[in-house]
């Protein structure tokens, strides 16, 4: 999700500009083209099992990475409909998806009611981003209200294990402890949405998709780690940032420089839950 920053404190766009925002984000989706070993968008298909002639809402849908495979399976006799508050990212995802003319982009935010009637959805999808959702309980009574009977919601995001080497070597060269906001965040979908979907859903059903982002030198990992929103919490100060990433990026070279690539594990929690 990219939603604009309203002063909240828990909120992704905190003191961070929008280019910069984009910026990141163009970023993150490079490293895993590049430097990943599977490809997240294969399992997200498999698991959902969009078919032909369906209609779909994909939630806080960025550059359209899922809404644009969405819209091949369900073909010119279905709907996909993407929704983001970002402009430039939907701006993106119109250039990516032109020519299915069975997808269409908004701009919507998803903490807001939903713009659709009821019942008129077959899947609700929401790919790394309803951990910055406010009000999860009423996002949750919203995509059960748009569904059909059957329909289904996909959500996926962070185990509690993701990128746990990343995260250790970082609190090491750092000298502090993993700020408290990403902590949360990356143990929501566990802690939080799973519980209310069961209160939600008829059936709730889970998979655990692991990738590796494999960086074969420094500086390929040092424009991904100068993304993150683990260093952007950690210190405030540009320049205690870089000293940061720098003191990092040595210690990086030395793994690579030892075992040929700097390894770092994704671990994503996947839920299907059916109305």
């Keep these: ?24 984000v163009a970023t993150w989706i490079e490293a895993y083209h590049r430097f990943g070993q599977r490809e997240v968008n294969e399992f997200i298909m498999g698991m959902t099992a969009v078919r032909s002639g369906e209609h779909v809402v994909d939630l806080c849908c960025g ?8 819209a091949g399976r369900v073909g010119p006799v279905g709907h996909v409909v993407g929704l983001d508050v970002t402009p ?14 069975q997808l269409e982009f908004r701009l919507h935010d998803c903490n807001q009611r939903l713009p659709f009637e009821d019942a008129s ?21 919203e995509v059960h209200r748009i569904l059909k009977s059957k329909g289904r919601f996909f959500v996926i995001g962070p185990a509690d294990d993701n990128n746990h080497q990343l995260r250790r070597l970082h609190v090491m060269v750092s000298g502090r402890p993993e700020p408290a906001k990403i902590i949360r965040r990356r143990q929501r979908l566990e802690n ?36 993150t929103i ?38 994503y929690l996947a839920v299907l839950a059916t109305k």
């Design 1 to 24: 999700m990219s939603p604009e920053y309203t002063g909240n404190i828990d909120h992704p766009r905190e003191e961070i500009r929008r280019d910069e925002w984009r910026s990141n």
């Design 63 to 70: 550059t359209g990475k899922q809404s644009i495979p969405f």
């Design 88 to 101: 430039e990212l939907l701006e993106r995802a119109r250039e990516h998806g032109a020519g299915l003319p």
């Design 230 to 267: 683990l260093l952007r919490d950690t210190l405030l100060e540009p320049e205690a940032r870089e000293d940061l990433a720098r003191r990092l990026g040595e210690r990086v070279g030395e793994i690579v420089e030892a075992e040929g690539a700097f390894v770092i594990s994704k671990s």
């Design 121 to 141: 959805k077959d899947l609700a999808s929401c790919c790394f981003a309803i951990y910055y959702v406010w009000d999860l309980e009423k996002l949750l009574t």
């Design 192 to 227: 939080e949405v799973l519980p209310l979907m069961g209160s939600h859903f008829a059936r709730v059903d889970l998979e655990n998709f692991h990738n590796e982002l494999r960086f074969p030198d420094v500086a390929s990992f040092l424009a991904y780690y100068r993304s």
